[in-house]
């Protein structure tokens, strides 16, 4: 795959699996967390160009992962919320992202929404494998 670099950031497993396959599907690359700790750890081993955000999880919550993730390396990464949490949009508000989607979603919904928001420079960068 030579397609842009995203982290998908769901406690729920099944989650992970359809939104990976369809991001897949669509030549990107694809990691995972279950949690906002791992993401960290995941942008830590290599900087997405892009983060699915779910925010409701244990351990660390989508609106801690936003905060830490910013202190630490500034607002360079845009994350999209992806969530059941009541109203979407201002849950997108609270931490700065740049586009949200009310679970459950569909399928194509969600990939026009990444190719809409995802920044070009993966065009221009190394195209390294995910961790």
Not at 6 to 11: G, N, P, Q
Not at 62 to 89: H, N, S
Request: glycine share 6%; net charge negative; hydrophobic share 40%.
């Amino acid at each position: 795959m030579t397609g842009a670099h995203i982290l998908v950031v769901d406690d729920d497993p099944d989650m992970q699996d359809v939104m990976a396959l369809a991001l897949e599907s669509g030549s990107y690359q694809v990691c995972r967390a279950s949690n906002g700790q791992e993401a960290l750890e995941r942008v830590a081993e290599r900087a997405p160009d892009l983060i699915l955000l779910d925010m409701r999880m244990p351990v660390m919550d989508g609106w801690a992962f936003a905060a830490e993730l910013r202190r630490r390396y500034g607002d360079r990464t845009p994350i999209v919320v992806c969530t059941a949490a009541e109203d979407v949009q201002r849950r997108a508000r609270e931490i700065d992202a740049v586009g949200c989607l009310s679970k459950p979603f569909e399928l194509d919904e969600l990939l026009r929404l990444v190719e809409s928001v995802l920044p070009r420079r993966w065009e221009r960068a190394g195209q390294g494998q995910c961790p």
